[in-house]
């Protein structure tokens, strides 16, 4: 079982390092309300420039992922587990602020590994 747990772990490490085209829909920050026992995510608008980089609508500055740009999220989708956080996202909100298949599937994952931080009480950490 460790051997696989191994496996598995060294994959998702590997697979985090692709590139990965951003969403011209804009980024969530994900996170865990344990008070609430809710999953959170921001939604963030976004630009995507000639160079695929994101950049801030208001600024048309490159955002940059250490977090250093403080910024104002649209919106916070919140849910009790990641396939109701998935519903409202992907099949209620109208327009749907995800255009890109791959974001979506990233998202789903994402949300599955958040619940079960929630449900484990372990520290979740967005990928």
Not at 90 to 116: K, N, S, W
Request: proline letters at 4%.
């Amino acid at each position: 079982m460790t051997q696989l747990l191994d496996t598995i772990t060294s994959l998702d490490n590997e697979l985090s390092k692709r590139y990965i085209a951003l969403d011209p829909g804009g980024y969530f920050i994900i996170y865990v309300d344990r008070e609430a026992g809710l999953i959170c995510a921001k939604h963030f608008t976004n630009i995507i420039n000639e160079k695929g980089l994101a950049v801030d609508p208001a600024t048309g500055k490159v955002i940059p992922c250490d977090g250093s740009l403080k910024r104002t999220s649209e919106t916070v989708y919140k849910g009790r587990t990641a396939k109701e956080l998935c519903v409202k996202l992907l099949e209620e909100i109208q327009p749907c602020p995800v255009t890109m298949l791959d974001h979506a599937a990233y998202l789903g994952r994402e949300f599955l590994r958040a619940e079960i931080a929630l449900i484990n009480g372990s520290e979740y950490i967005q990928d």
